[in-house]
């Protein structure tokens, strides 16, 4: 199913530039296929750098389903990890997955090769709630819920470093800044996020105020803004990493919202409405940000995930036991030379075309050649009658974005010949 759409011509624009306002331009990112069926009570979710796997924690039995992103489909039987596994996520070289196993008060390592945990459970603190790794794969940091602390682990030995690092009441959400010199933590009953030094260890200042109780936080890949979600709030806040402060009022969004994603080019954010069934997007680039779209998921949505390639984001649906997955959309591409065709021969050539929706090639200048024409997919195909040469524009269009044009020029060679010299029949001789 697909949010509110309107493909006005007038409003063929970026998700960043649209104004924000649904019933003037909104945008159609679209649940594809049917939820993928996972283990019991699915809750956190993270996607292999490849794009290739989606890692769900099971958090009612006590297991990790692994979806093949190409096929839709789970890979073998979920493998057993601690007790209540809740966050995941994956080193930066896709070798391993972390599990923070919140019944267990520790912390599993899933190699992903072989589909098996690695070594005994890391022991962390009480009730691990959720895990974010550096960029360098170095550390592993691990929100205590029950224990107001956060936990880092060595990656390369597997231990913890040092004792847990104190926090606001009930951390939840934890998010590392794309230079890894910061680590973002929600605190739930505290109503704000703490701020800690990677280097030292240790917080920095007094933890920001937020909505009430925050849940999940994600940061924008330059690093300059921190979304966190206010799940008794129905709102969003917006941190500015370099301030330490909010920006503005909390962004409205669905009922009871917790996890949050941010797509790779910062120009998305999505999050999860626990209570409402579906998954708000916002605009980040509109004055203020704003939610531009509402996409109905399964029910009870909670962990959001975007493949590297920001074309798909996975969210998990406690309520059925499955994971929907949403098309984003994105504004067409068109590329492409066509070679030089010959006068009478059969010719086919395909440009290049992406985007989300599916884009409708067409020609918007110039003519085709006689005998050639163009699919709405873009393949230029036929036997052209007329030989020169010939210039004309492609257009993708698909009302996302604005339309890609490519200005082509075709070349139609003469390839026949004209006799000449002299033509003998018996002893007679016919022209020169």
């Known amino acids: 199913m697909a949010g509110p759409t309107r493909r006005d011509p007038q409003c063929r624009r970026s998700v960043g530039r649209c104004s924000g306002h649904r019933d ?6 679209t649940v594809i296929g049917t939820p993928i069926t996972v283990g019991a009570g699915p809750f956190g979710v993270a996607i292999t750098p490849n794009g290739n796997r989606a890692y769900v924690t099971n958090n009612a039995d006590d297991s990790v389903s ?7 489909t789970t890979i073998g039987n979920p493998i057993p990890v601690g007790a209540s596994p809740s966050g995941v996520a994956i080193t930066p070289d ?33 009730m691990p709630y959720s895990v974010a790794i550096t960029p360098d794969g170095n550390r592993a940091y691990v929100t205590n819920w029950d224990g107001n ?8 030995s ?15 959400g934890v998010a590392i800044t794309p230079d890894g010199n910061r680590a973002y933590i929600t605190n739930q009953t505290s109503n704000s996020v703490s701020v800690i030094d990677t280097a030292s260890g240790t917080t920095i200042g007094n933890p920001i105020p937020v909505g009430t109780t925050p849940f999940g936080v994600a940061i924008t890949p330059d690093g300059n803004r921190a979304y966190v979600s206010n799940q008794y709030g129905s709102s969003v806040s917006l941190i500015d990493t370099a301030s330490g402060t909010t920006i503005g009022n909390p962004i409205k969004v669905g009922s009871r919202p917790s996890g949050v994603a941010i797509a790779p080019d910062g120009n998305r954010v999505y999050v999860a409405n626990l209570n409402g069934n579906s998954v708000s997007v916002i605009d980040t680039a509109a004055t203020p940000p704003t939610v531009v779209a509402t996409v109905p998921v399964g029910a009870s949505p909670i962990g959001v995930a975007i493949t ?37 021969q059969p010719y086919r050539y395909t440009f290049t075309v992406t985007g989300q929706p599916t884009p409708t090639v067409t020609i918007t200048s110039g003519h085709l050649p006689d005998g050639l024409t163009l699919s709405p997919t873009g393949e230029l195909s036929g036997t052209p009658t007329t030989a020169g040469q010939f210039e004309f524009t492609v257009t993708a269009t698909n009302g996302i974005g604005d339309d890609a044009e490519l200005p082509v020029v075709l070349d139609i060679t ?14 007679g001789i016919f022209g020169s």
Do not use: M, Q
């Open 24 to 29: 003037e331009c909104s945008i159609a990112d």
């Open 66 to 72: 692994v979806i093949d992103t190409a096929s839709g």
């Open 94 to 126: 896709g070798n391993r997955a972390y599990v923070t196993n919140w019944g267990g008060s520790s912390v599993s390592v899933i190699d992903t090769a072989s589909g098996t945990t690695v070594g005994n459970p890391i022991p962390v603190g009480t």
């Open 149 to 156: 602390s956060v936990s880092v682990i060595d990656t390369a």
């Open 158 to 172: 597997g231990t913890t470093i040092g004792n847990p690092i104190p926090v606001g009441a009930y951390p939840s």
């Open 308 to 344: 590297p390639d920001g074309s798909r984001v996975y969210v998990t649906n406690r309520g059925d036991n499955s994971v929907s997955v949403i098309a984003i959309d994105r504004a067409p591409t068109l590329s492409g030379t066509p070679t030089t065709a010959a006068l009478d």
């Open 414 to 427: 003469d390839t026949t010949t004209t006799p000449t010299g002299s033509l003998e029949f018996g002893s």
